[in-house]
């Protein structure tokens, strides 16, 4: 499926020298090969993978597993203790917040030098700046110092000059994890597109769907040794259920308010396209009582409603009307469809109709975006007249321990051979 290896790495290391008390470094300098005056600490030790052309490879592990500093070393800005490296074609890289950019220079300059390092000519950063900077979406800011920007701002910034500088290999650490929910929505699919494209990829995050739904194979990384490699559903599997072999330090109070998702402010779509843009008037999700909300809890009904024009259209055979919940790793967990239903439609001469979906909310807790569709289904080949990728945005919350992805209404029965003993609906 994939071509030679655009990254080797064999036996790879890193030490470091770590001192009890300041005046030890000046001793270590005087007396360097006869004594130790440090101790040391291996970030990484005797790491050894390969990643083909195309591949997108998930890094994951805990808080000092050493996934930062093994793609430092990949980046070329910290020099291993042993090992090689071995790194075909250009590496685009997101790492620490802020890094590779000067605070004292604009926006502006910051994108100028950093894709010069990355080896631009001057023609080609001023034929992508237009570009960088839209996609960047941080407005008059681009002008002013970065040292002035917010830790989102860095990012969009980052993460933009690093996807528009044409790399072949793009390496993009946890900084993503400081976006807002959009802009990570945005973020996750370009990293697809790129993906698609042939583009090599490094990813490493703590969300372990993210990391299923974007990658090939999964690296887990256990106090600077590699735990395994492989497919990515197995090794996910097996990191989490190491997770959750440890005892948390604290249980989380799940009952405060500062525990559940907070409302947001609406945004705008991530990906909007299709044949007719403009056929949707408008799509949210709304409650029993009418009102559009972005924060849902336990089992409350939630409406979507879709209003659109046909009027541009030159038939309606066909049509159907859609809509999808999505995680922000643009997984769909919830689908509905006229079409499905086998609902059909009239010419509405230019007004407006509408569709509403109902459905009880049974999304554990977290972030989520609204997908509306207008389709036409007359062939084997769905046709988009508009699609809309984070047509809202909302959260939902759920008081009391939920894992997996839903929490439906599940009827229980406890008996035994001859007697039923209860039933325990929640």
């Known amino acids: 499926m994939y071509s030679d290896p655009v990254i080797s790495v064999e036996n790879l290391s890193k030490c470091y020298e770590v001192y009890n008390k300041p005046h030890q470094r000046l001793l270590q300098m005087l007396f360097r090969g006869k004594r130790k005056y440090f101790n040391e600490f291996w970030a990484l030790k005797n790491a050894s993978f390969k990643v083909r052309a195309g591949e997108t490879v998930g890094i994951i592990g805990s808080n000092g597993s050493g996934k930062s500093t093994l793609l430092q070393m990949l980046c070329g800005t910290l020099n291993p203790s042993g090992g090689e490296i071995h790194v075909r074609g250009r590496i685009a ?20 030098l950093n894709a010069a390092i990355l080896g631009l000519t001057l023609a080609e950063i001023e034929a992508a700046y237009a570009d960088i900077e839209a996609f960047a979406e941080i407005g008059e800011f681009i002008d002013q110092p970065v040292k002035t920007y917010s830790s989102g701002m860095y990012v969009r910034l980052a993460f933009s000059v690093a996807v528009h500088t044409k790399p072949s290999i793009l390496v993009v650490d946890e900084a993503l994890s400081v976006g807002d929910a959009r802009f990570q929505a945005k973020c996750l699919d370009r990293i697809k597109q790129m993906k698609e494209s042939g583009v090599s990829i490094l990813f490493v995050s703590h969300d372990v769907a993210a990391v299923r739904t974007l990658c090939d194979r999964a690296l887990w990384l256990d106090k600077g040794t590699v735990r395994a490699i492989g497919e990515v559903f197995p090794v996910t599997a097996q990191y989490t259920e190491h997770l959750f072999d440890r005892k948390p330090e604290k249980a989380p109070d799940i009952s405060s308010p500062e525990a559940k998702p907070q409302k947001r402010e609406v945004l705008q779509p991530i990906n909007q396209w299709g044949s007719h843009i403009g056929i949707i008037q408008s799509a949210g999700v709304y409650d029993a009582e009418g009102v559009q909300k972005n924060l849902y809890t336990d089992h409350e009904k939630m409406i979507i409603k879709i209003k659109f024009k046909t009027q541009s259209l030159n038939t309606i055979e066909g049509l159907s009307v859609s809509f999808s919940f999505k995680n922000l790793a643009g997984s769909d967990l919830i689908v509905g469809s006229t079409w499905n239903q086998k609902l059909s439609f009239t010419a509405d001469n230019g ?23 207008i389709e036409n289904r007359s062939s084997a080949a ?28 599940i009827s229980m029965v406890i008996s035994n051979d001859s007697v039923r003993t209860g039933t325990l609906t929640p």
């Open 93 to 112: 890289a997101l790492l620490e917040l802020g890094a590779g950019f000067n605070p004292e220079f604009t926006g502006k300059e910051n994108v100028y």
């Open 351 to 373: 007004n407006t109709q509408e569709v509403c979906f109902e459905v009880d909310n049974y999304l554990c807790s977290g972030d989520y975006l609204l997908v509306a569709a």
């Open 382 to 409: 769905i046709h988009y007249y508009e699609y809309v990728e984070g047509a809202q945005y909302f959260s939902s919350s759920f008081i009391g321990n939920a894992s997996g992805q839903f929490m439906p209404r």
